[in-house]
């Protein structure tokens, strides 16, 4: 970091301006589920956006094309987010094409569930590899550019912002998952660690903590009237969330508008820890 004083804030004052007007968003795992919807969502707040995927190009295409229709600019880029050279490639890509980054969503996630006793080492390494290292190294990647570029006043009053997408999973213990709340833990404490040391550079990293959200990851858990009915025991708001909760959620903690919030895990979950058990006096 330079000596040179950091440059005067700058508070957008348009009410009708577009959160995200201007800025440069990548996206892991956007071509599905919640990282496809916030994907479109922050192009509609006027981001340009690149849809990172690592599988299912066609789908990719798709988000592109919806990003595009806001007059957002839009790229689909393939990498596998857990391999250090494919990230580090992705980003010179983004860079070549956007001239920098803004803002990462480090969304891309998944499960590999099995009984403790049972789970292989592959299915422990493949979640943690690409839940938290794949976490770990596209941030590693956005703060370098972050660094390197600093605040841009009229971009935005930060030099970069970092949402991870973690999880209700985060604090909440989850059997026969272990794997994934393990993964989900760490991304809570890298986050919050990550958070504190580069706060003074004025980069934002928070988190984004998804209950139970309508999407391919999650199926069985709602994809049946009985298995909704049940779902519903652990949500007191009593509906399921959808891809565009979170994508709202998202695109307000990437924005000025969340100026002065750091290090943060904001749970988007319908109430789900607020320990529903106890509803009726436990
Ligand atoms: P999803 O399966 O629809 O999307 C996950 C995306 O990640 C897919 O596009 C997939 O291709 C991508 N991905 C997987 N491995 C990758 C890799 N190595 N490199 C790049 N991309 C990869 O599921 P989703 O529900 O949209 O999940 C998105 C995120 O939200 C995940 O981090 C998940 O843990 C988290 N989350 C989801 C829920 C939920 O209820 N759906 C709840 C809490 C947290």
Not at 51 to 74: H, L, S, Y
Request: contains cysteine; negative net charge.
């Amino acid at each position: 970091m330079s000596d040179a004083p950091l440059p005067k804030v700058v508070m957008p004052s348009c009410p009708n301006r577009q959160l995200l007007k201007g800025q440069k968003a990548l996206v892991t795992g956007a071509n599905s589920g919640i990282g496809r919807a916030v994907a479109v969502y922050l192009a509609k707040e006027g981001a340009d956006v690149v849809v990172n995927f690592v599988a299912d190009e066609a789908a990719a295409a798709e988000v592109v094309t919806e990003i595009q229709a806001t007059g957002r600019g839009g790229l689909a880029i393939q990498a596998d987010v857990s391999d250090e050279a494919q990230v580090q490639t992705m980003f010179q890509q983004m860079i070549d094409a956007f001239g920098t980054i803004d803002i990462l969503v480090n969304n891309a996630g998944l499960q590999r569930d099995a009984p403790f006793d049972e789970m292989t080492l592959a299915q422990w390494q493949q979640v943690i590899d690409v839940n938290l290292t794949g976490q770990f190294l596209c941030a590693r990647e956005a703060v370098r550019e972050f660094k390197r570029r600093g605040v841009v006043p009229e971009v935005s009053c930060a030099a970069g912002k970092i949402i991870s997408m973690s999880s209700v999973h985060e604090v909440i213990p989850w059997a026969g998952h272990v794997n994934y709340a393990a993964s989900k833990g760490g991304v809570m404490l890298m986050t919050k660690s990550l958070a504190q040391e580069v706060a003074p550079f004025r980069i934002r990293v928070n988190s984004i903590c998804p209950g139970a959200i309508r999407t391919p990851i999650n199926t069985d858990a709602w994809g049946t009237p009985e298995a909704y009915a049940e779902l519903m025991r652990l949500i007191p708001y009593n509906r399921i969330g959808e891809p565009v909760d979170i994508a709202r959620a998202t695109a307000w903690m990437a924005s000025d508008d969340a100026d002065y919030v750091q290090g943060v895990s904001f749970f988007v979950d319908g109430g789900m820890t607020l320990y529903p058990g106890f509803a009726e006096g436990g």
